[in-house]
């Protein structure tokens, strides 16, 4: 059984640049949610995403903005980094959406850096 | 508003101590969930464990055992006889939702020194 995969690993942008970070979801999954872990905190929600719709929405602007697809992989776009955009981004792949689904596994997470 | 703390940020024992990591939730929900998750140098989050605010039955996985406690919003994590390997980063997380957002704590940083 395949994990949950991210790519790439690491990602250096410059502030005002547009990013596109994937998530490959684990086997058998159909929630992808995504988290933005900024240095020495803890994760912070960004969206989830169930069977290709948003299924909740942490506190970030909408210039956060993602897709899953048929096949239940899913991205996030970031447009306009910030400075402050530079964090660990965190994929998690789970079975059933918000109300019933199980667990949330995590993939390895993309770096990504603004300059 | 639902909160977790961590008030742990760092700590250090010697291989072969026991230690407990704790964990104090807020929430005005009567079901929810709490979850322990390992973060290794690597960055990837590990999952550990997910209860239910109805089962408050405390939980053995060989080294590791979690003490849920309804009365102080608590649930700890103790691991025992630690090993070099449980050095990591230490999430304690709650959810209103059997699948949905996850509020994290800060994390508790241990490490284990031979």
């Known amino acids: 059984e395949t994990g949950v995969t991210q790519s790439p690993t690491h990602l250096i942008k410059t502030r005002g640049q547009q990013v596109t970070l994937r998530c490959s979801s684990q086997?058998?999954?159909?929630?992808v949610s995504w988290y933005q872990q900024a240095l020495g905190q803890g994760p912070q929600f960004i969206f989830q995403y169930y069977r290709e719709e948003e299924n909740g929405r942490g506190n970030f602007p909408p210039r956060f903005s993602g897709l899953q697809f048929p096949n239940y992989s899913s991205e996030l776009n970031v447009n306009a980094l910030e400075l402050d955009d530079s964090a660990l981004y965190l994929c998690?792949?789970?079975?059933?959406?918000?109300?019933?689904?199980?667990?949330?596994?995590f993939g390895p997470g993309t770096r990504l850096t603004v300059l | 508003a639902q909160k977790v703390t961590q008030a742990q940020t760092e700590i250090s024992v010697v291989e072969k101590e026991d230690v407990t990591l704790d964990c104090v939730y807020e929430?005005?929900?009567?079901?929810?969930?709490l979850f322990w998750y390992k973060q290794p140098p690597s960055g990837e989050l590990v999952f550990l464990i997910r209860r239910n605010s109805f089962d408050e039955q405390n939980e053995i996985s060989g080294r590791y055992s979690w003490n849920f406690q309804k009365s102080t919003s608590s649930f700890n994590f103790t691991i025992t006889a630690s090993q070099v390997v449980d050095s990591a980063v230490y999430f304690c997380a709650l959810s209103r939702n059997q699948g949905g957002k996850l509020i994290f704590g800060q994390g508790t940083e241990l490490s284990v020194k031979p």
């Open positions: 998690a792949s789970s079975w059933g959406g918000r109300e019933v689904g199980d667990t949330q596994y």
């Open positions: 086997s058998g999954h159909n929630t």
């Open positions: 929430t005005r929900d009567t079901t929810y969930y």
